[in-house]
């Protein structure tokens, strides 16, 4: 074997390692993948994890009474538009379809 087609079938095999080594990696581009997975098991083990912890959202009583205000008006906006449907539905003659309780 010629030393062209050495060096050929060296790069060739040690681009495939490269990739197929990329490709097994946590983040070889798995989009539904997050890699918090293995980070509490390590810290709750005791082992130092290579990324570090982010640090968690601290939810106070003013951010949850916001969000739940937040929450009551999207709650009444969804009533009101439900209804204003129902009203034009029932004024122009088409028949309301009620969910089947299962």
Known sequence: M????KWKVILASLSFALLTA????????????????GDE?????????????KP?????ENKL?????????????NHKLRKEIFDAKNKLGIPVERPDAE
Do not use: F, Q, R
């Open 65 to 77: 009474k916001k969000t739940e205000d937040e929450a009551m008006a999207a709650n009444e906006e």
């Open 41 to 53: 098991a390590a810290s709750v083990e005791g082992g130092s994890s290579s990324k570090p912890s």
């Open 22 to 37: 990329c490709a097994g990696s946590s983040g070889g581009g798995s989009e539904g993948y997050s890699g918090d997975d």
């Open 2 to 5: 010629s030393l062209t087609k």
């Open 56 to 60: 968690k959202e601290v939810i106070d």
